[in-house]
Structure formats: structure tokens, C-alpha cells
């Protein structure tokens, strides 16, 4: 079973998503969440979980820096934003840093 961490400062996204989202049929079980950077940061390398699912713009640390901190200690991690900002510079420098999806809020 994969090992997914939720980190987003929207506290009823992260809600949603671990309740929505039907983890289990997908082999995935959500094994942390976080509501900022820094706290994302320090769970995933407490967790070393095989997927995280993020937002951009968060207290502490953004997403974006939280994930560079991230990419060369665990490269093999599928790192996804899911991210109410639109603007183009946020998802190039995402792809740059290897993320795999770049979602837009609100997100089906």
C-alpha cells in the first residue's frame, strides 16, 4: 500500500481529501496531513511516505520551497500541488522541481 501525506492550510481541503478521495481502492492510505510547510516538511521525512499532495501558498513554508527541500533526499516520491493559484510561474517552477500534477482548486 502506497503511503500518501496531505499537507494544506485549508484544513477542510485536507478534510475532504482524506475522506473524498476513495484512497484504499487505489492501493494508498493516507498516513499524515499537515497545515503548513514546515510541518509538511518535517512529517514527510518523520513518514517518508511514497506520495505527498500539496498546496502552494501556506504559513511557515510554502509548498514550493517545502517540495525543493524534498526532491533530492527522496527522488523516487511523486510529489502533486493542488493549488487555487493560477498564475504560470507557480506550475513552471512545480515542473521544475518534478512534480507530476499541478491541480487547480477548485478540482473534481
Do not use: H
Not at 484512497?23 to 499537515?34: H, K, L, N
Not at 500541488?81 to 498564475?87: C, G, K
Request: glycine share 8%; hydrophobic share 45%; net charge negative.
Amino acid at each position: 500500500m502506497y503511503k500518501v501525506v496531505l499537507v494544506d492550510d485549508e484544513r477542510l481541503i485536507v478534510k475532504g481529501l482524506s475522506s473524498v478521495v476513495p484512497w484504499a481502492e487505489m492501493d494508498c492510505q493516507v498516513v499524515g496531513t499537515a497545515y503548513d510547510g514546515a510541518g509538511g516538511l518535517a512529517l514527510i521525512r518523520q513518514l517518508q511516505p511514497d506520495i505527498v499532495l500539496t498546496d502552494i501558498r501556506m504559513p511557515n513554508m510554502d509548498g514550493l520551497t517545502m517540495l525543493a527541500a524534498l526532491r533530492s533526499e527522496y527522488p523516487g516520491m511523486q510529489m502533486s500541488v493542488l493549488t487555487a493559484y493560477r498564475d504560470f510561474d507557480y506550475a513552471r517552477q512545480a515542473l521544475n522541481l518534478g512534480v507530476c500534477r499541478y491541480l487547480l482548486k477548485p478540482s473534481n
